[in-house]
């Protein structure tokens, strides 16, 4: 258990069922009344945020969030297979899962898979990923004005804006916080 007064950024607590991370949250001491906690806090399942005040003596469960280290696999139908790199067990997760990290993830790559009592809630695939340019069109000689792209289609299925110069077949590197072209790898 955990008071509401001791609340603090990064912390996750279990409400109704639910998970919620804390994004942010102010000790209020208003000068007439009662001191509270107002908090606004991401619930790690949906992504919903919510707005919420805690009477500073309040009580919340913390919620325990497991991370393990997983390799992916291959995909069969509606689900995702990854397999844990300790035990090797292997592990289906539906896309509702994985639908953030899959457009960057090629088979035997490592992701971060986060678990509450269990059950897999979201994958996180890694912040960089070098990924070959599979279709793009060719650039055109002259056009170099500032910031010129284009749209380019990578081995994953994913579309990532690239520089013209970027050719059919190169490998290039994609940020997969952002969904950015970082460089030629």
Do not use: W
């Amino acid at each position: 258990m955990i008071k509401a007064g001791d609340i603090r950024k990064g912390t996750t607590i279990e409400i109704d069922g639910n998970v919620f991370t804390i994004v942010d949250f102010q000790h209020v001491k208003p000068g007439k009344g009662a001191a509270f906690v107002r908090t606004k806090m991401k619930n790690v399942m949906t992504g919903q945020v919510l707005e919420r005040t805690f009477n500073p003596t309040d009580s919340c469960t913390r919620a325990t969030i497991e991370t393990k280290e997983m390799t992916y696999l291959y995909t069969d139908g509606d689900f995702y297979y990854f397999m844990d790199v300790d035990t090797f067990e292997q592990i289906p997760m539906n896309h509702d899962v994985v639908e953030d990290a899959i457009p960057y993830v090629k088979e035997n790559t490592n992701c971060t898979v986060r678990f509450f009592k269990g059950s897999p809630f979201s994958v996180e695939a890694p912040n960089f990923v070098v990924l070959e340019v599979v279709e793009t069109e060719p650039g055109v000689r002259g056009d170099t004005a500032t910031n010129v792209t284009k749209p380019a289609t990578l081995e994953t299925g994913c579309v990532v804006a690239v520089p013209i110069f970027i050719n059919q077949g190169e490998k290039i590197r994609v940020d997969t916080r952002t969904g950015e072209y970082m460089e030629r790898a």
